[in-house]
Structure formats: structure tokens, C-alpha cells
């Protein structure tokens, strides 16, 4: 009986331990069951926390104005209807576990979540695609926005700049105004754009901004410069350049070929045109229009001078001309007469139809030149072509007044070589003669006998120069020729007898003061006697030379002084 109810007793406790391992057990799967649908809760909670719909509606407003963009948008809108409805699906699961696990149908519940977790990693995957998508359009608004903020802060830079520089700027100032105005204008149609999620529209708006910001600092480091051109610079040129025009036709110098008045009319206007861009702050061409009206100013300046020079160049060179129409006058007439009276003398060519040709020229010449004249400072013809006619109307004298002295050269040759025979003729006739009164003055005890043979040649030579100077025609070369050798010949003769006149004389001196010594020194006696043979022989440089050696041996030092000294 004991053992009966001890039986039953471990019986009850065993169903006790089973139904307590039971109710554990089940406890532990709801727990586990309830950890997974939490976190599956909390995953499904961020999954759909994520505010697709807004960043869509917003990628829509920004993306119609572009086809391309906008069929981007309406893809990706597709697959977000598609990830509402997975989403529904995993809500509906999730439910359905809840339901599961509320009745302890733990088995439905495990299914139940397998499959929603597999839909939920499906739906976040998905969205993160559409969330990184719809980033970008965002990405682009706050890059927009941050462009915008830039641009402001530029905007603001230039217009202190602007404002800070509102005297240099001058006349530009109210236009660089008008620009910041135009500027304010874009920002705030730019802010609506983009409240209305007309991005594209606003961006187009901020790049116009951009741009006019460029151009404002671009003006507004420019017109200082043009301002000073185009309101000091250009104006005091055109009114130099007007007073110089001025001034060249006060002195009648022709400037109608120049176009200078049309000219000038071209500048002033451009530069009027140019001003009021700059009064608006558009230099926009201004600098390359005022450049080049400098261009034209310094050219028309360039043109005015070179005419002026011209004419100051052209009156000189006409009165150089006409002082060579003088001068050919004289070489003219200097040839003609000295033709006419000389040129059946001198055996010259025929020049009477070129002294004919000369004189016509010469009267030409003076009309050229009284033509000249008055088209100088008559304002009818450009002066640079009144100094080519100048020019080559000098050129035309040069040419003749060549021609006329070459004959003159010839001329003048032939004359002065008569003239210098002549004048060395009578030179050579008196040196002749001096030889023959040396001769005869000084009786000599002996000559050589070329001193007669000498003396004939020279008489010859001045027959036969005589003889040439009275020759028609004159032969000039033959006649210097024959002078030269004349000329050569009598100056060497009448040296040579110089010597040996003086040498003659040398010894008669040597010999005298000798006597002295004679009586005293026989060995002086004997010289000087050998000098005195030698002396009368005609060998008078032996002669000499034996008398002053004689004299050496007692004035060793002085000889020829004392020789002289008793002389």
C-alpha cells in the first residue's frame, strides 16, 4: 500500500516537472518570438519613418522643367507606390505574428516571420535606392542654396567697392547703381523660384547674377582708366589736332587729300557714343574705340607734320634749286664762251647744240621753279607732291650741271695745261740762262764736255715746248708730256752745275786760306799744289776733297770753319 502512493506520489511530481518544463519552454519561444517581431518592429518603424513621399514631391517640382529628369522621377515614384505596398504587406504580416503569438501558435508565428523579414530586407533595400536618389535632388537644392549665399556675399563685396570708389567712377556711378539694382532683382526672383521648387529657373537666375557680378568688377577696374581717356586724354588730342590743322592751313598747305576734318567728325562722335556707355557702366568696346581714335589722332597728328615738313622741306629745296639754276647758268655760260673762243685752239667736239639744249633747259628750270613757288602756300596741291616735283626738278639741274662740267674740266684742262707750258716755259728759258751767266760769272778752268752737249738738249727742249704751245689744235697730252721730261731734264742740269760751280768755289776758298801755311809747312805745299793740278784738270771734287783733308792736319777739329771764316 506504501508503495502504491508512492507511486502515485513521483508520478504527480514527474506531470508536475513536465508541465512546469512545458510552460518554460513556451515561455522561452514567446520571448524569443517577441525579441523578433520587436526588432523587426523597429527596423519596419525606420523603414517607414523615412519621408519618401515629401522628398518626392519635392524631386517633382524640381524636375518638370526637364523631360529627362522629370521621367527619372516618375520611375522612381513608381517604385516607391511599389514599396507602400510591400511595406502594407510586412504591417499585415507583423499583425499576423502578434496574433500567433497571442494564441501560442508559435509555429504560424516563426513562418510569419520569416516571411516578413524577407519582405522587409526587400523594402530596405528599396528604399534606401529611392532614399540615395531622392538625396541627390535635395544634394542639388542646398548646393543651390549655398551658390546663392555666395553670390550674395560677392554681391555685397562689390557694392561696398562700388560705393567706396563712387568719386573715381564719376559719371559710371549711377550705372554701376542701376547694375546692383538689376542684381537685387535676380536674387529675389531667384528666392521665389526656388520657393516654388523652380529650381531650374532659379539657377538660371543665380548664374545671370554671377555673370553681372563679373561684369560690374570687370567695369569697374576698367573705367577709371577709360574715364581719364576719354574725358582728359582724347579731348585735349583732338583740340592739339584741331589747333595744328588750324595752323598748317594759315600757312596754306594743302590737307584736303588727308580727310581730316571727316576724320575729327568720326572720332567725336565715337567718342560721345563711348561716354554714354560708360555713363551706363558698359565699357564693354570702349577701350578698343578709344584706342584706336588715339591711333587716328596720333596718325592725323603724324600726317599734319609730315606735310609740314614737307613744306618747309620744299620752299628750302626750291631756293637750293634755283641758286643751282644760277649756278648752271654760270657753268653754262663760263662753257660757251670758253668754247667759243677756244675750241678750234683745242681741237673740241661740237657743242653747240648741247649748250642750245643746256640754255633751253635753264629756262625751263626757272619756269619749273616760279611754278613751284606759287603752288607753295597756295592750300591747291599736298606739299609732300610739291617736294617730289622739287626733288626731282633738283635732280634735272644736278644731271646738267654734271654734263657742263665735265666739258668744263675738259675745257679748263686743256686751258690751264697751255697757260702752265707757257708759264714753265719762260721758267725754264731764265734757268738756262742762269747756267750760262754761272759759267761765264765764274770762268771755271775746266768744263766737262757735257756741259755743251746738256745745254743743247735744254735749248732743244724749249723749242720744241714753244713749238707745241703754238701747234692749233693743241695737243694738251703731248704738250704735258714733253714738259715733264723738259722740266726734269734743265732742273737736273742746272743742279748739276750748281755743284759743280760750288764746288769750284770751295776749292779756290780751301786753297787761299792754305797759302798761309805754305812757306811754313812743305807737306801743306805739296797738297796744295796737287789740289791746284787737280783743280785746273776740271776734277773738282778730288781737288777739294784734297785741300780740306790738307787743312784737317792742322785744324783737325775745324777745318771747314776756318775756311769759311777766311772765305
Known sequence: ??????????????????????????????????????????????????????????????????????????????????????????????????????????????????????????????????????????????????????????????????????QLLSISYDGFLEKLKECEDLFSSSEEYMYTSDYSSAQADLEKIEQLLEDIKANANAVPKLLKDAKGVLPLMLDETKRELALTRQRGIYTEHLDIDNKLAQVESKLNEDTKLLMTANAGEVKENLNEAKEILNKLNEELSDENRAFKEARETNDKAYEHILDLEKVENYVRIAYEKDYARFGLEDLSNLLKEKRDNIEKYKNEYNSINSDLGSGLKPSSQILDEVEELSNEIDEDMKTLYSYKTTIDKSTDGENRALSQLTKLQLVVSEVETKIAEYSLPAIDDSYKVDLKKARDYIAQIRQETQQIPINIDQLNSLLDEGIDFIYKFYNNINNVVGMGIMVENAIVFGNKYRSTYPEIDRELSKAEFQYLNGEYTKALKTAISCMETLFPDNADEKILENA
Open 1 to 166: 500500500m506504501e508503495n502504491k502512493y508512492l507511486y502515485i506520489i513521483i508520478a504527480v511530481l514527474a506531470i508536475i516537472a513536465i508541465i512546469v518544463a512545458i510552460t518554460l519552454i513556451k515561455n522561452y519561444r514567446k520571448k524569443s518570438l517577441k525579441r523578433q517581431i520587436d526588432d523587426l518592429y523597429v527596423r519596419f518603424t525606420a523603414v517607414k519613418t523615412v519621408p519618401l513621399a515629401f522628398k518626392l514631391s519635392k524631386a517633382q517640382a524640381m524636375a518638370k522643367r526637364s523631360e529627362e529628369t522629370s521621367a527619372s522621377v516618375a520611375k522612381y515614384y513608381t517604385r516607391y507606390e511599389d514599396v507602400e505596398k510591400h511595406i502594407n504587406q510586412v504591417q499585415d504580416l507583423l499583425n499576423n505574428v502578434d496574433d500567433s503569438i497571442a494564441v501560442s501558435s508559435y509555429k504560424e508565428s516563426v513562418e510569419s516571420i520569416k516571411i516578413a523579414t524577407e519582405n522587409l530586407e526587400d523594402c530596405e533595400k528599396e528604399v534606401k535606392e529611392i532614399d540615395e536618389f531622392l538625396e541627390e535632388f535635395s544634394k542639388k537644392e542646398n548646393e543651390q542654396r549655398e551658390y546663392s549665399q555666395e553670390l550674395k556675399e560677392k554681391y555685397r563685396v562689390v557694392k561696398t567697392t562700388i560705393n567706396k570708389n563712387s
